[in-house]
């Protein structure tokens, strides 16, 4: 098979590294990391076939090398197809967001390897620990994947059970597989949408949510200026970073958020990837 190689000059500071220590501690995948280079498989939303991935990185420059020609999705999943140079002035009207951005310089968002991995992992997720959850998407992907990847829409459309899966969950994601399948559920779809549409025709699938939209749209799409409302975490987190005597009220909420605009989706994953000190 013949590998396909790209580079990718990021638009403001990128430090794999960073998405390698994040994706360590991420218990919704597996360990992808092979020293300083990053490895993984998934299945590409091309064609939901498997595909392998290394990235590297040498000084500003971000090598990749796939068994197919996917580097617009590995970009997404980095978030190096987002221009992060806006950080530096978000970081100078806010100084919260400065000293994030300082505990962990170089970190992007890290994303889900597709749109339908985040919906399969959040119903997989739901009404159970995330150690239960990680467990029986582990052991789908070893039973049914291929080459380490989770499993196709296709697999598990066609699948009459799944290992830890009950049958409520069963039906929810072979509606998730569909989904994809007719491209419903993919970045495409859901990037090619004001963000407020994207979420509503999210939250037709059942099982989906308000906090399940947020996650496949922000994780998943890589969606890069949404200010996910439903994490009670976030919230916890911003009502301590600044010094609020209960976490925030709706409008303290856009209050804050608003400054983080045009990657108010990239602040939120910073708190929740490098919280400040106490």
């Known amino acids: 098979m013949t590998d396909h190689q790209a580079t990718i000059e990021p638009r403001g500071e990128f430090e794999l590294s960073r998405a390698i220590a994040f994706l360590e501690a991420w218990p919704a995948t597996q360990l992808p990391a092979n020293g300083t280079d990053l490895c993984f498989s998934y299945c590409s939303e091309s064609d939901w076939q498997p595909v392998d991935i290394r990235v590297s990185q040498s000084g500003r420059k971000v090598n990749l090398t796939m068994t197919a020609p996917v580097e617009d999705e590995v970009a997404r999943i980095l978030s190096l197809d987002i221009d992060g140079t806006p950080l530096t002035d978000i970081a100078g009207r806010d100084p919260v967001v400065a000293r994030l951005l300082a505990a962990a310089p170089g970190l992007r968002p890290v994303c889900f390897w597709t749109p339908w991995e985040a919906a399969c992992w959040a119903v997989l997720s739901q009404r159970t620990s995330r150690r239960t959850a990680t467990a029986h998407k582990q052991r789908i992907t070893r039973e049914l994947g291929t080459r380490s ?46 963000a407020a549409e994207a979420l509503a025709s999210l939250q037709e699938l059942p099982g989906i949510g308000p906090f399940s939209a947020d996650l496949i749209l922000i994780r998943g799409a890589g969606s890069p200026d949404i200010a996910p409302t439903t994490e009670s975490r976030l919230l916890t987190a911003i009502q301590h970073a600044y010094e609020l005597p209960e976490p925030p009220t709706p409008t303290e909420f856009r209050a804050i958020t608003d400054a983080w605009q045009p990657l108010r989706s990239w602040v939120s994953f910073f708190f929740r990837a490098t919280p400040l000190p106490a």
Do not use: C, M, W, Y
Request: net charge positive; hydrophobic share 50%; glycine share 4%.
């Open 149 to 194: 990847a989770f499993p196709s829409p296709q697999v598990i459309l066609e699948a009459q059970a799944l290992p830890g899966v009950n049958p409520v969950k069963l039906e929810r994601l072979h509606a998730l597989a569909a989904a994809a399948l007719d491209g419903t559920l993919t970045t495409r779809a859901l990037r090619a949408v004001p």
